[in-house]
């Protein structure tokens, strides 16, 4: 089995709603999504090692993400009460980066070398040490897909992912990056 084959199987496993593929040489990085990191609509702009400006500049994202040949974009599909079930958000939220630094364990004992990146920031520590010491878990540390510079919706479309899975819902976006 390929470690494309692979890889897709650990996601689907691991609990994943959906994945599709994109070859890293069509990705495109968005300085403008860069600028949204900037100006710090998450709050997590200058605060964690897995954002800018920690994570480096576009291009150095761009260099990294270039070293593999693909990224294999996935998805967890989270039902909501309502539009304002913010408790829900939340709980999705640490349900997806939950799985996805599990689905980091189970991938670093199966396929190397891989990157997952994963939505928004890092939440291993509850206060990160950026940027006066270094990342306490360094081999662990999944960097913003977003603060790489890529559209969210954009990528799904690549990949042949829904990026809105209907209403009642929040989708919430990660990815591997291997050769």
């Known amino acids: 089995m390929d470690n494309t084959e692979k890889i897709r199987r650990i996601i689907l496993d691991a609990g994943f709603s959906a994945e599709g593929i994109i070859p890293t040489e069509d990705l495109v990085f968005s ?7 900037e100006q ?13 400006p ?3 500049t576009l291009e150095e994202c761009r260099e990294r993400v270039l070293d593999f040949s693909y990224m294999h974009l996935f998805s967890k599909i ?3 009460e309502s539009s304002l079930d913010f408790r829900g958000m939340a709980e999705g939220m640490k349900d997806f980066k939950d799985s996805t630094w599990e689905l980091g364990r189970l991938l670093k004992g199966e396929v190397s070398p891989v990157r997952v990146l994963s939505n928004e920031s890092c939440n291993r520590c509850k206060k990160c040490t950026y940027p006066s010491e270094p990342c306490r878990f360094p081999d662990e540390l999944q960097h913003s897909i977003e603060g790489y510079g890529f559209n969210i919706n954009e990528l ?13 819902t929040m989708t919430f976006f990660g990815a591997v990056l291997h050769s």
């Open 31 to 37: 300085e403008d999504v860069r600028k949204l990191c």
């Open 40 to 52: 710090n609509r998450c709050r997590k702009y200058g605060t964690t090692w897995a954002c800018p």
């Open 54 to 56: 920690a994570v480096g």
């Open 78 to 80: 989270y039902t909501l």
């Open 156 to 168: 799904a479309k690549q990949a042949g992912l829904l990026y809105n899975n209907g209403a009642g």
